[in-house]
C-alpha cells in the first residue's frame, strides 16, 4: 500500500507522510507513563520538575516537536528520492548516538551527544540509535530507538538506563528495542528487502559497534547503495523553531550577564584564569550546565593568537582582554566576544581600533537585513574595515578595491560569521554562500589584529587585537541580535570594567 501511494503520484507521498505525521502527533499513550515508576536515562518531568515539563522530552522541547522533525526528515528523503527515482525503494535511516570517551583508564570526559541524533530524539544517553524503516510492506514509516541493555552492575555505577518499552511513551517513538537486537534487526531487515536504500554517515562515524555492524551489514547487500543523510539533517536544523529560539535567548541571555559581571571584576594583574573561572560560574549559577567552548581568556599581545585558550598569563595595566565565550542552555550554544581594558580606560590607540571594529560590526548588523550570504558579508567586512583603516590612515590611500581588501584581511585572518546553534559551528555541511533567510542564526564577529611583529603600522598599535562578535537571529522583520544584553559601546564597556577597580 505504501508503495502504491508513493508511486502513483509524486505529491500524494507528502500528503500521506502529513497524515502520518498527524496521527503520530495526536496520538494518546493508553499506557499509564511508565517513567512514573520507572527512572529513564535522563531527566523527566516526574523526576526533575524543575526542569522539564510534561509532555518535554528535553527543556521546551515537546515530544510532538522531535516527531516532527523525524517526520520533516523522512520527508526530505522521500523528495530526494522522487527527483532521482529511487522512490520505490525501502528506505532504511540509520543515526547513531555518541558513545562515552574516556581521558584515561576509567576516568570520562563530560559526555556530548552526538548532535544530529539528540536532534531527532532528543535522548541523552550514550550508545543509543536511533533507525527510520520507510519499507513497503508496513503502511507507514517506522521510528525505531535502540537503548542501551539492562545491566544491573553498570547501572549501579552509572546510574538508570531508558527500558525500550518506555521509549515509546517518552520520546513518541514507534518502537524500542534493546541495543543486543541492533544486529539481528538490520539482517532481517535486509533478508526481507533486499533493494533499499541506506541512510548513513560513514563518513564521521559516531558510535564504534554501530558503524562495524552497519559495514557488516552493507558488505552483505547485494545492492550497495548509501547516502548520508548529514545534509539533510543540517538542512532542518539550520532553520530554528520558535522553542529552539527560545532557548539561544535564553542561552545569550546567561551569556551576556556573565560577561558583565566579569567585565566589572577585571583589574590590572588579574589572571586569565580567573576571568575564565568568573565566566564559567556566572554561566553556570544561572542555570547554563556549562560553557559551549574553552573561552579565550587573552590579554595584551595574546588577544593575536585567534585560537588563544591556554588562558595562563596576568593582564597587565594598560592592556585590553579579548574574551571569547559562550555557555550551552539545555543544548543550545551561545558564542560572544567582547574586548575590553583591564584597567577600565582605553588608552588612546586602543579606542581607536576599538571605534573601528564596533562601527563595522553595527553596520553588518545591519547589512543582514538584506539577507546576504556569509561569504558576502565577509566580503563586506573587509571592505568596512579597510575603509575605515584608510580614514585613520593605518592604510595607505590606495584607488583600487582589491588592495583595500587584501590590506583589512591582512588585519582580520578569519571569516566574519558561522552558522549557530545546537554546535557552536553550527550544520557544517551548509555552504556560507547561500542567502541567509528568517529562522538561522548567525554570529557577527569582525575583528582587527596587530601583533607585536607586524611590520607595516607604527608601533603605538602594536599589540592591539579586537573582536566583537554578537549572536543574530534572522526574522522577516530584520536581524534581532540575541545578545544584545551583552554592553558593547565604548563608553559602556568602560563604565563596567572600572566598576571594581582598587
Ligand atoms: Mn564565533
Given at each position: ?22 496521527r ?7 499506557a ?32 510532538t ?8 526528515l523522512?520527508?526530505s528523503i ?10 520505490q ?57 535502540f ?10 555505577w552509572?546510574?538508570?538506563?531508558t ?15 534493546p ?62 523553531s ?14 551576556a ?73 539545555h ?16 588608552t588612546?590607540q ?43 590612515g ?57 601583533s ?5 603600522l ?15 537571529l ?29
Open positions: 500500500m505504501f508503495r502504491k501511494l508513493v508511486s502513483t503520484i509524486a505529491a500524494s507521498h507528502i500528503g500521506f507522510l502529513r497524515r502520518y505525521c498527524i503520530t502527533n495526536t496520538a494518546k499513550s493508553k499509564s507513563n511508565p517513567a512514573k515508576c520507572r527512572a529513564l536515562g535522563q531527566p523527566t518531568s516526574e523526576t526533575h520538575p524543575h526542569l522539564i515539563n510534561p509532555d518535554e522530552v528535553t527543556p521546551l522541547i515537546t515530544k516537536e522531535y516527531q516532527h522533525r523525524r517526520c520533516q523522512i520527508e522521500m523528495q530526494k528520492a522522487i527527483k532521482t527515482s529511487e522512490y525503494k525501502n528506505h532504511l535511516v540509520i543515526v547513531s548516538g555518541a558513545s562515552k570517551q574516556y581521558m584515561s583508564d576509567k576516568i570520562p570526559y563530560f559526555f556530548r551527544q552526538n548532535t544530529d541524533f539528540l536532534y531527532l530524539t532528543g535522548c541523552q544517553e550514550p550508545d543509543c540509535c536511533l533507525v527510520i524503516s520507510i519499507d513497503e510492506s508496513s503502511n507507514e514509516p517506522c521510528s525505531i530507538l537503548t542501551r541493555d539492562k545491566d544491573d552492575h553498570a547501572e549501579l552509572d546510574g538508570p538506563r527500558h525500550p518499552e518506555d521509549v515509546k511513551s517518552f520520546f513518541g517513538m514507534d518502537r524500542g528495542l541495543m543486543s537486537e541492533f544486529e539481528g534487526y538490520l539482517r532481517s531487515y535486509g533478508r526481507a528487502f533486499r533493494d533499499l536504500n541506506l541512510w548513513y554517515d560513514f563518513v564521521t562515524p559516531s558510535q564504534k559497534n554501530i558503524h562495524t555492524s552497519v559495514c557488516n551489514f552493507m558488505s552483505d547487500l547485494s545492492n550497495k547503495k548509501w547516502e548520508n543523510p548529514r545534509s539533510l539533517i543540517h538542512k532542518l536544523r539550520l532553520y530554528k520558535p522553542a529552539e529560539i527560545a532557548l539561544m535567548q535564553k542561552a545569550s541571555d546567561i551569556t550577564a556573565a560577561f558583565v559581571e566579569t567585565m566589572s571584576c577585571s583589574r590590572p594583574n588579574i589572571g586569565e584564569n580567573q576571568l575564565f573561572a568568573k565566566i564559567d560560574y556566572e554561566c553556570r549559577m544561572r542555570g547554563a550546565e556549562f560553557l559551549a567552548y574553552p573561552p579565550v581568556v587573552a590579554g595584551g599581545n595574546r588577544a593575536n593568537i585567534i585560537h588563544y585558550i591556554n588562558n595562563n598569563q596576568l593582564v597587565e595595566d594598560g592592556e585590553m582582554v579579548l574574551m571569547d565565550a559562550g555557555c550551552e542552555y543544548g543550545y550554544a551561545s558564542d560572544v566576544t567582547r574586548t575590553w581594558p583591564v584597567n577600565g580606560k582605553f588612546s586602543q579606542r581607536e581600533i576599538y571605534e573601528v571594529v564596533y562601527c563595522v560590526q553595527e553596520e553588518l548588523i545591519d547589512l543582514c537585513n538584506k539577507c546576504p550570504t556569509l561569504d558576502a558579508l565577509f566580503e563586506s567586512m573587509c571592505y568596512l574595515l579597510g575603509k575605515r583603516l584608510q580614514e585613520i593605518l592604510i595607505s590611500i590606495q584607488p583600487s578595491n582589491t588592495y583595500l581588501m587584501k590590506a583589512a584581511y591582512q588585519l582580520c585572518p578569519h571569516h566574519v560569521s558561522h552558522y549557530l546553534g545546537m554546535d557552536i559551528h553550527d550544520t557544517p555541511s551548509i555552504n556560507r554562500n547561500i542567502k541567509i533567510e528568517p529562522g538561522m542564526v548567525i554570529t557577527v564577529e569582525p575583528g582587527i589584529y596587530i607585536n611583529n607586524n611590520k607595516s607604527p608601533k603605538s598599535y602594536h599589540g592591539i587585537g579586537i573582536r566583537i562578535e554578537d549572536d543574530i534572522i526574522t522577516v522583520n530584520g536581524p534581532v541580535v540575541l545578545s544584545r544584553k551583552c554592553p558593547k559601546h565604548p563608553d559602556e564597556i568602560e563604565k563596567i570594567a572600572s566598576e571594581n577597580q582598587s
